[in-house]
């Protein structure tokens, strides 16, 4: 299993980024997938989900609204689309394959 995040960088206040996962070694549509999000000295913390089937989308409360998860299964990949971003989303984001497999992680930093 292998996961691979990009698209981080930094950002101005109000800006937006898509990041993106692609997923190999598994059945990438078999598998909810879910993205993450660690800032510095705090805990990581849940930031979407989107079901394998469905399309079933769950959002962290400080998303909803800015953020929209979004997968492309004939590609492998998964989608952070992120707009009016704040400096409290600066942290480093993590795709994870359901509660099991994490990917790198891409850095966003959020910055005038």
């Known amino acids: 299993v292998q996961l691979v995040e990009s698209g981080g960088g930094l950002v101005q206040p109000g800006g937006s980024l898509r990041l993106s996962c692609v997923g190999s070694?598994?059945?990438?549509?078999?598998?909810?997938m879910r993205w993450y999000r660690q800032a510095p000295g705090k805990e990581r913390e849940w930031v979407a989900t989107?079901?394998?089937?469905?399309?079933?989308?769950n959002y962290a409360d400080s998303v909803k609204g800015r953020f929209t998860i979004s997968r492309d299964n004939a590609k492998n990949t998964v989608y952070l689309q992120m707009n009016n971003l704040k400096p409290e989303d600066t942290a480093v984001y993590y795709c994870?394959?359901?509660?099991?497999?994490w990917g790198q992680g891409t850095q966003v930093t959020v910055s005038a």
């Open positions: 994870r394959r359901a509660f099991d497999s």
């Open positions: 070694g598994f059945t990438f549509s078999s598998y909810a």
């Open positions: 989107i079901a394998s089937v469905g399309g079933r989308i």
